[in-house]
């Protein structure tokens, strides 16, 4: 159980393409999910939390016109990284935590390393 | 100070050995703890949640927390070379609607043969 989706697993693409990330809980409604960034040997930092219908919020120093997040349903939310460059490569992450209240653990997906030329 | 702190290793442990890998947090009102392990290139997995004082037993994986000591560790018994990877030890904060998770640096654990 508690399996989250994350596609395309890897992109490689030109400078100033925009590229939009799918999260999807595939046996769960994920009333909350969350999207993180990690370069190499450093840990996982959060960039933004979303709710089902609500505007995400965003950690300080992240721009939200930069990294455009749409929770549209409660098993779908996508990232897209608008205008990319090379500095915004790296390893994007989501997860998705259920229904049963705000201790319930968080799910990851697989990940998708992202190179920006 | 970090709100949670873990030693970076690398823990090295021979096969068969038990691993001890240990979390502080600073956050008096963090309600819920969880430990994850990530192998290289690879997203993190759920190893194990606890969210009251003690011990609590999943397979080969012990996960103990002391709320006074804002303490939690994880204990690896029996521990076998595919146990090789970092393990990141996850507090929810208390404070936020959302209940975001603030993540250790991690710990990587290897197990030779």
């Known amino acids: 159980g508690a399996v989250v989706s994350q596609h395309p697993s890897r992109v490689i693409c030109k400078s100033g393409t925009s590229v939009k990330i799918e999260c999807r809980s595939l046996?769960?409604?994920?009333?909350?999910m969350f999207w993180y960034r990690q370069f190499p040997k450093q840990s996982l930092m959060l960039m933004a939390t979303?709710?089902?219908?609500?505007?995400?919020?965003?950690e300080q120093g992240v721009e939200k016109d930069k990294f455009l997040i749409n929770h549209a349903s409660l098993t779908l939310s996508t990232l897209t990284v608008t205008s990319a460059h090379p500095e915004d490569s790296s390893f994007y992450i989501c997860?998705?935590?259920?229904?049963?209240?705000?201790?319930?653990?968080?799910?990851f997906g697989d990940g998708t390393r992202l190179s920006i030329l | 100070q970090k709100e949670v702190e873990q030693n970076s290793g690398p823990l090295s442990v021979p096969e068969g050995a038990i691993a001890s890998l240990n979390c502080t947090y600073s956050?008096?009102?963090?309600?819920?703890f969880f430990w994850y392990r990530q192998y290289s290139g690879k997203s993190p997995e759920l190893i194990m949640s606890?969210?009251?004082?003690g011990d609590k037993e999943d397979g080969r994986f012990t996960a103990q927390l002391n709320k006074a000591s804002q303490y939690v560790s994880l204990l690896i018994r029996d521990s076998q070379p595919s146990d090789s990877a970092t393990y990141l030890c996850?507090?929810?904060?208390?404070?936020?609607?959302?209940?975001?998770?603030?993540f250790g640096t991690g710990t990587r654990l290897l197990v030779s043969p």
């Open positions: 606890i969210y009251s004082n």
């Open positions: 979303s709710n089902e219908g609500s505007k995400a919020t965003y």
């Open positions: 046996d769960f409604q994920a009333t909350t």
């Open positions: 956050d008096r009102v963090s309600q819920s």
């Open positions: 996850a507090v929810n904060r208390g404070d936020t609607g959302f209940q975001k998770l603030v």
């Open positions: 997860s998705a935590r259920g229904v049963g209240g705000r201790n319930q653990p968080q799910h």
